[in-house]
């Protein structure tokens, strides 16, 4: 192989890392997006959880109380 060849090879091989990275780039884009449409989802759901969580520890005091007074 000539140095001329060589030189071309190590063309071509930069030449589709290049295009490797970029593609990379997007793809890493893409999943920042899904990252953070994730991280609202959970956001929402463990709102909503201490929520319910809040809701059934009222209920749990009013029983007690109830069942205190009948006793």
Request: hydrophobic share 40%.
């Given at each position: 192989?000539?140095?001329?060849?060589?030189?071309?090879?190590?063309?071509?091989?930069?030449?589709?890392?290049?295009?490797?990275?970029?593609?990379?780039?997007?793809?890493?884009?893409?999943?920042?997006?899904?990252?953070?449409?994730?991280?609202?989802?959970?956001?929402?759901?463990?709102?909503?959880?201490?929520?319910?969580?809040?809701?059934?520890?009222?209920?749990?005091q009013?029983?007690?109380?109830?069942?205190?007074?009948?006793?």
């Open positions: 192989m000539t140095v001329d060849e060589r030189i071309e090879a190590l063309t071509q091989s930069l030449e589709l890392l290049t295009h490797d990275v970029h593609d990379m780039q997007h793809v890493v884009h893409d999943m920042q997006h899904v990252m953070r449409d994730m991280q609202g989802f959970i956001r929402e759901v463990a709102e909503g959880t201490a929520r319910l969580l809040h809701v059934a520890q009222v209920h749990e009013r029983i007690g109380k109830l069942e205190g007074q009948t006793d």
